[in-house]
């Protein structure tokens, strides 16, 4: 288990999937922890009830930019927090031609925005004593994944926002990275059916899907002073599905 600096850290999109095993982790490990969703979910509720005072779910759509204005203002504990782990996001899958705009715009406010503007509250707060920041983007980044287009913007988005990000701010003691994950086994990837499902299983090295756990060691490394001199990286976890 490694030992971290942060100890008040938020996690968005918390409610399942990747971001519920990096709360269970950073609980684990002592650290308190605040998430948001659109909804709280029961294991989220069963995970607060193990870790009595530690767990705090706020419910936010970031998808709604007069919302997570609200949040930012209506919050100020933002300025306390000592990390940030920006997990929440929607896929959208689809040729760019078959998807209605409604669905690429929320994907961009949801992946991108909202992150933008939770990042700059909390930096604000960071400047005095530092922080850390770690962004999950995705593979979907680098590599070309057939209806993943915007997706892939945002995602590409989000690495080059904290790539900058770590030049603009390492000086104040505020790292950033990115982790790249591969295909994951979450409710993101249900829509795979069983053909394309194998396609990747086959196309990855360590022949499988990830799982949240095999995710959540490197944000903890990141977020831990073992990552003291790590700042701007991408950090690809992908069972080599990229390679
Ligand atoms: P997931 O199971 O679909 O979970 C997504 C999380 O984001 C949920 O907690 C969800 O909460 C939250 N979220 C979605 N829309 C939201 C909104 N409008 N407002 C607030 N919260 C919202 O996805 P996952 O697989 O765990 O993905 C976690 C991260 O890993 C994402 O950044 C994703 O891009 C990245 N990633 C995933 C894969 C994959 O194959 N799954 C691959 C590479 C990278 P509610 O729905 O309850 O609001």
């Given at each position: 288990m490694s030992q971290t600096t942060s100890s008040r850290i938020l996690v968005t999109g918390?409610?399942?999937g990747l971001g519920l095993a990096i709360c269970t982790r950073l609980l684990t490990e002592g650290q308190e922890v605040f998430t948001l969703a659109r909804s709280i979910s029961a294991e989220v509720q069963k995970l607060a009830a193990s870790f009595p005072g530690r767990l705090h779910f706020h419910p936010v759509d970031l998808a709604d930019r007069e919302a997570v204005d609200g949040y930012v203002k209506q919050h100020p504990w933002l300025m306390d927090?000592?990390?940030?782990?920006?997990n929440a996001a929607l896929g959208t899958d689809g040729l760019l031609l078959m998807t209605p705009d409604a669905a690429l715009r929320k994907c961009i406010e949801v992946n991108l925005t909202s992150t933008v503007v939770l990042t700059k509250t909390i930096l604000k707060g960071m400047l005095q004593r530092g922080g850390n920041l770690v962004f999950i983007s995705s593979i979907a980044a680098k590599t070309a994944l057939k209806g993943l287009s915007v997706y892939s913007a945002t995602k590409a988005g989000l690495a080059a926002f904290c790539r900058t990000i770590a030049k603009e701010y390492g000086e104040r003691g505020i790292r950033a990275n990115c982790i790249l994950p591969g295909f994951l086994d979450t409710e993101m990837s249900h829509g795979l059916n069983d053909h394309q499902r194998q396609q990747i299983i086959r196309r990855t090295a360590l022949r499988r899907l990830g799982e949240g756990d095999d995710i959540c060691g490197v944000v903890s490394f990141l977020l831990?002073?073992?990552?003291?001199?790590?700042?701007?990286a991408e950090i690809v976890v992908d069972g080599g599905f990229s390679i």
């Open positions: 918390g409610s399942r927090l000592d990390g940030l782990v920006a831990s002073p073992a990552a003291r001199f790590i700042t701007g």
